[in-house]
């Protein structure tokens, strides 16, 4: 069983920046792939980013070169750092952890956070 807080979220102006993390319970978090997915209003839950061991990244197109994903295995935490932030940005974001491959949709992964809330103002 694995568990997921997520932190980091708030209110940034568009061109801004956020660091999200995701601190994960149990002593195989290096074993798993972590996800960061998002859900805006209305919307449903779309992949962003995800790694698998320390070197294998993806990201979604629409984040790509403004988003970075990294994981800090000796503290069981998974980051997001967002850069040049715009509003179509603004959403609660999820993390979420799976055994095997890096997959871009969310039923794959066994375990989820509750979220944290990002807004962007424009």
């Known amino acids: 069983q694995v568990q997921l807080v997520e932190s980091g979220g708030g209110f940034v102006q568009a061109g801004g920046s956020l660091r999200l993390s995701c601190a994960a319970s149990g002593r195989t978090f290096s074993s798993y792939t972590m996800g960061w997915f998002r859900q805006a209003p209305g919307k449903e839950r779309e992949f962003v980013a995800a790694?698998?061991?320390?070197?294998?990244?993806y990201y979604a197109d629409s984040v790509k070169g403004r988003f970075t994903i990294s994981r800090d295995n000796a503290k069981n935490t998974v980051y997001l750092q967002m850069n040049s932030l715009n509003p179509e940005d603004a959403a609660v974001y999820y993390c979420?952890?799976?055994?095997?491959?890096?997959?871009?949709?969310?039923?794959?992964?066994?375990?989820w956070g509750q979220g944290t809330q990002v807004t962007v103002s424009s």
């Open positions: 790694i698998r061991g320390h070197t294998s990244t």
């Open positions: 979420a952890a799976r055994w095997g491959t890096i997959e871009v949709v969310a039923p794959p992964y066994n375990y």
